[in-house]
């Protein structure tokens, strides 16, 4: 069965595009988006507010929807479904009633390695806060091993909570939750699973857990809903996180009542059409799922396949992924480079940390190529996306530029570089970058310190003074931004102090449209450096 007509595919008038960043937000299913439309055109009214006709029909709607996913996720009625805006207030929202449960410093919060930063820093707070210990369950390198590793943890520690994602959005390990979450009950602990990478690829797992959450946008509906499912019985008597207008059953000057659950952890207005849309979407997802997954894992086996032929370029975080999940990394390819390579040629990936900073350092790397697929895509993406990538990778090199060494002031210069770049298309700044970055090797480790570490990019890199003009030196271990701090530098070489300090870099980045090959998401991190270099040159200034 062919999936792709179900869903809307962005553009962009481009005559291919393949979206292979699923994991990031998925493809949205059209008959959802119709169903939020077809509320807001019908039924544009509040719910449990009003009683007229169309509130009325607006509220039966809406518990309708909830009815739907409560059926999907729970057909065995073991729980109640909780509206937030996305997994991560869920993961909030879930800790905050484990805090109100009670919680003491000699209790463990038990997650893994590779947690995204939604399912680690409210637990990592929490832990803060009451002083508890919190521990990581080792990956391992297969998931025999994980497996293995997570099963002695919990016996050893018997953990207060476990936490762990059912899918990985780094690894694509899918987590035999049942199965750790069976163990973790043994000692009494709260269980809770982030679901949001499980939900697109299969059935939640509730038995003997606690709290199950996922987004909307992640599984084919609108953005701005997230689910907390939650066991019966375990947040009766709790105080919301937020609480105002639908919370109450009764308020006067000196207190207030709270409406029974669900409604006491739902305030102010929902976004009814959008959990409309989602109910539709996981109903659909729920009728198809067996072909669905069919046809995923071909898709899994056929990447894999395509992978294997570029082992000298590529490693993968995690060699086997359950899921059509690849986060591939490279000590000898600039992922930057190549990830805007591919995009101008219609591909989407991911590139980055993910937010999953951790797992990324435990395997000593800063960031990954991710490519994520579902099952609305098909076997001839793959076979492109191969193709643009050895394409990539076989390109020569053939931008050269020079400076034009009649230049005089940094001004001058900036006007002279910026009519030879805007003149590049993307791809050739991209190897222009790379080209100049060759001209700057690896400097001595002495200069590779934190001291000279610029804080807040997604690759490293280093900036120290220097004793002779342009007053700094610069490097980083990706080829694009090496390539970036080269041309800085080279443009500012034999300018005073003052004219690089007076220098507005970034407007003239902007101008030869620098972050094209560098991806807007560096934007930031470059804004540091040069925040750095202005730093160092500054303090040359003062000592002289």
């Known amino acids: 069965m062919g999936f792709e007509n179900f869903f809307y595919k962005p553009g962009f ?93 000699s209790d463990t919060i038990l997650l893994t390695e590779f947690e995204h930063h939604s399912n680690l820093l409210p637990w990592l707070r929490l832990a803060k806060k009451v002083g508890c210990g919190i521990k990581f369950i080792r990956c391992g390198s297969c998931r025999e091993e994980f497996v293995q590793n997570a099963l002695e943890d919990i016996n050893s520690l018997k953990p207060r909570i476990l936490a762990v994602s059912h899918v990985s959005n780094t690894l694509g390990l899918h987590v035999p939750v049942e199965k750790l979450a069976g163990e973790a009950k043994k000692f009494g602990a709260f269980v809770f699973i982030d679901g949001a990478q499980a939900v697109p690829h299969l059935r939640p797992k509730l038995e003997n857990v606690d709290f199950y959450a996922f987004s909307s946008h992640k599984v084919f509906g609108p953005f701005g809903v997230g689910v907390l499912w939650v066991r019966h019985g375990l947040v009766d008597e709790h105080e919301p996180l ?30 009814i059409a959008e959990i409309i849309g989602l109910s539709v979407a996981l109903s659909w997802l729920n009728e198809h799922l067996d072909q669905w997954q069919q046809k995923e894992e071909r898709l899994r ?49 991911r590139l980055g940390h993910h937010c999953a900073i951790p797992i990324h350092r435990r395997f000593g790397i800063t960031q990954s190529l991710r490519v994520s697929l579902a099952a609305y895509n098909d076997e001839t993406e793959i076979d492109y996306f191969f193709e643009s990538l050895s394409n990539a990778l076989s390109t020569e090199k053939h931008v050269v530029l020079l400076f034009n060494d009649n230049s005089q002031g940094l001004a001058h210069k900036a006007i002279d ?22 001209t700057n090797p690896i400097p001595d480790n002495s200069f590779l310190n934190e001291g000279n570490l610029v804080k807040g990019c997604m690759s490293k890199v280093y900036v120290w003074r220097d004793t002779k003009a342009p007053f700094f030196n610069a490097w980083s271990e990706s080829p694009t931004l090496n390539g970036l701090v080269t041309l800085l530098r080279n443009m500012c070489s034999g300018c005073s102090s003052q004219e690089i300090l007076d220098f507005n870099f970034l407007a003239f980045l902007d101008a030869v449209n620098i972050f094209k090959a560098l991806s807007t998401n560096r934007r930031f991190g470059v804004a540091n450096l040069i925040d750095r270099i202005k730093e160092v040159v500054r303090k040359h200034e003062s000592r002289n």
């Not at 960043?21 to 009003?50: E, Q």
């Not at 308020?251 to 409406?259: G, I, P, Q, R």
């Not at 003149?423 to 190897?431: F, I, N, P, R, T």
């Open 13 to 105: 008038n481009l005559t291919k595009v393949v979206y292979f960043d699923s994991a990031a937000t998925s493809l949205k299913l059209i008959s959802a988006l119709s169903a939020s439309i077809g509320f807001y055109r019908d039924f544009n009214s509040n719910v449990h507010r009003s009683s007229n006709f169309i509130a009325t029909k607006a509220t039966e709607l809406f518990e309708e929807a909830r009815k739907k996913i409560q059926n999907v996720i729970d057909p065995l009625k073991q729980g109640l479904v909780l509206f937030t805006q996305n997994t991560t207030e869920s993961i909030n929202l879930a800790a905050y009633i484990v805090e109100q449960i009670g919680l003491r410093q």
């Open 242 to 271: 937020k609480i105002g207008g639908g919370t109450i059953t009764d308020v006067s000057f000196e207190d207030y009542h709270l409406a029974d659950v669900p409604y006491r952890f739902e305030a102010g207005t929902q976004p």
């Open 301 to 349: 086996q056929k990447f894999l396949e395509g992978l294997g032929k570029f082992e000298d370029n590529f490693k993968v975080l995690w060699k086997n992924p359950d899921i059509p999940l690849f986060s591939l990394y490279s000590d000898r390819l600039d992922l930057a480079g190549l990830n805007f390579i591919l995009s101008s040629r219609g591909i989407c990936v």
């Open 417 to 438: 570089i910026t009519e030879q770049l805007v003149a590049l298309s993307d791809e050739e700044l991209v190897h222009y970058l790379i080209d100049l970055s060759a």
